[in-house]
């Protein structure tokens, strides 16, 4: 974990920082392949290795919600019956693929304001990173996409998810290809097998997270 942290601090959310040597970029570009690593195995349940190698556990009723960079700061959400009444109602409209992918915008979107109370990040920036604001009171995209991810699960185990499933994070961006690292949450379309983005970090607080195909969001940054 320690390692995942100092990765993703000094190369995943560091937007400003000046040109590495080559050593150096050898040095990020094999920290991405560990990374990768983790985002990429077989694995039945979509998003838990990503979740494992966090150390991010929650239960039915309690989300682990990750803040300050690298989930280096936690806090604990609770998803009440009120809440997750709210969340049935916004997932069961869906008729199509596509409909079920804006409902997941919007709960998402509901549940990053939501988390935000608790964790003190109503005040997240869009691209936080250290040369834009950083801090307890912010969110890097490994944070984003650990809160994210876990949401995610949570509504496929509640079977909220009739066209998609859970997919491990993806990575983009190695540094050395002219590409700043980042990494989203990932859902798959299980009629077509497209996988699609559910991309906070690209978003201030409480807005809507960037949902795209993979192929079009790694041509991205």
Same mark, same amino acid.
């Given at each position: 974990?320690?390692?995942?942290?100092?990765?993703?601090?000094? =190369?995943?959310?560091?937007? +400003?920082?000046?040109?590495?040597?080559? *050593? *150096?970029?050898?040095?990020?570009?094999?920290?991405?392949?560990?990374?990768? %690593?983790?985002?990429?195995? =077989?694995?039945?349940?979509?998003?838990?290795?990503?979740?494992? *190698?966090? %150390?991010?556990? !929650?239960?039915? !009723?309690?989300?682990?919600?990750?803040?300050?960079? +690298?989930?280096?700061?936690?806090?604990?959400? &609770?998803?009440?019956?009120?809440?997750?009444? $709210?969340?049935? %109602?916004?997932?069961?409209?869906?008729?199509?693929?596509?409909?079920?992918?804006?409902?997941?915008? *919007?709960?998402?979107?509901? $549940?990053?304001?939501?988390?935000?109370?608790?964790?003190?990040?109503?005040?997240? &920036?869009?691209?936080? =990173?250290?040369?834009?604001?950083? +801090?307890?009171?912010?969110?890097?995209?490994?944070?984003?996409?650990?809160?994210?991810?876990?949401?995610?699960?949570?509504?496929?185990?509640?079977?909220?998810?009739?066209?998609?499933?859970?997919?491990?994070? &993806?990575?983009?961006?190695?540094?050395?290809?002219?590409?700043?690292?980042? @990494? @989203?949450? &990932?859902?798959?379309?299980?009629?077509? +097998?497209?996988?699609?983005?559910?991309?906070?970090?690209?978003?201030? $607080?409480?807005?809507?997270?960037?949902?795209?195909?993979?192929?079009?969001?790694?041509?991205?940054?």
């Amino acid at each position: 974990m320690d390692n995942l942290r100092r990765f993703d601090v000094a =190369a995943l959310s560091d937007r +400003g920082a000046p040109i590495m040597t080559a *050593k *150096k970029a050898l040095r990020h570009l094999a920290g991405a392949a560990a990374l990768c %690593s983790i985002c990429c195995p =077989a694995l039945a349940e979509g998003g838990a290795a990503f979740l494992e *190698k966090l %150390s991010v556990s !929650s239960t039915p !009723s309690v989300l682990t919600v990750c803040h300050g960079f +690298g989930c280096a700061l936690r806090a604990q959400f &609770v998803l009440t019956p009120a809440k997750l009444a $709210y969340i049935r %109602s916004q997932m069961q409209s869906a008729h199509s693929a596509a409909d079920e992918r804006k409902n997941i915008a *919007k709960v998402v979107a509901w $549940y990053d304001r939501e988390d935000g109370r608790v964790a003190g990040t109503v005040g997240r &920036v869009a691209f936080a =990173a250290a040369d834009t604001k950083s +801090g307890p009171s912010q969110m890097d995209c490994i944070d984003l996409t650990a809160n994210n991810t876990e949401l995610l699960i949570a509504l496929d185990r509640a079977k909220l998810l009739k066209f998609h499933r859970v997919d491990e994070p &993806v990575s983009r961006g190695f540094v050395i290809d002219g590409k700043r690292p980042h @990494t @989203t949450p &990932v859902i798959v379309e299980v009629a077509s +097998g497209t996988q699609y983005s559910v991309d906070s970090w690209t978003r201030a $607080y409480g807005q809507s997270p960037e949902i795209m195909t993979i192929s079009e969001w790694k041509s991205k940054g």
